[in-house]
């Protein structure tokens, strides 16, 4: 079993010290899309995601992987997970110890463990998805694409940021370590 480290500690002082995952679910005419996401806690950004038309450890991986490849910590980063059996894999815990990744994972249960997850879920479906009907997961995956690379992460204003979007946020806080 593995410890729920974060246990709720929403608010980093730096990026890639935390990241948090998690898989949903878009329904398109051709049946299910499914939508693995990391998010660093730090501005909120997605750092990672992927859609696939199976909810196998492979699609929750992909998403790690862009994380990682995105990114690419120094230190080691802490990945908080629920406990959907994508994150308890082998292939899953091999690759957290091949990229320096500790994982922590939410209690049996309890959502509100991975609130920034299922925060950022809850606006998409219901800033984007709800208003939509995707033929093909083809359609989805576009549509989430924009929404995160287009709209979330370069554009929509956070609180927790100042009102700045998370790409605003990280540029904004290079700058004042840099003293530009």
């Not at 980063?77 to 690759?95: E, K, P, R």
């Not at 984007?128 to 033929?135: E, K, S």
Request: aromatic share 10%; proline share 2%; net charge positive.
């Amino acid at each position: 079993m593995v410890d729920n480290t974060l246990d709720r500690k929403f608010d980093v002082e730096a990026p890639d010290k935390v990241w948090v995952t998690d898989i949903t679910y878009i329904r398109t005419q051709e049946g299910f899309a499914y939508l693995a996401v990391v998010i660093d806690l730090y501005s909120r950004r997605v750092v990672g995601w992927s859609m696939q038309s199976r909810q196998t450890t492979d699609v929750v991986l992909q998403a790690l992987m862009m994380a990682v490849w995105r990114r690419k910590p120094k230190n080691k980063v802490l990945i908080h997970s629920d406990q959907g059996s994508q994150f308890t894999s082998m292939d899953w815990a091999a690759f957290l110890r091949a990229h320096n990744l500790e994982h922590s994972m939410s209690r049996c249960g309890s959502c509100h463990d991975n609130a920034v997850a299922e925060s950022f879920f809850n606006l998409l479906k219901r800033e984007r998805i709800r208003r939509r009907t995707y033929r093909t997961c083809k359609d989805a995956r576009q549509d989430v694409f924009d929404y995160i690379e287009m709209f979330y992460n370069p554009k929509r204003k956070h609180a927790r940021n100042g009102m700045l979007s998370p790409a605003d946020f990280e540029r904004r806080q290079m700058m004042r370590r840099e003293g530009v």
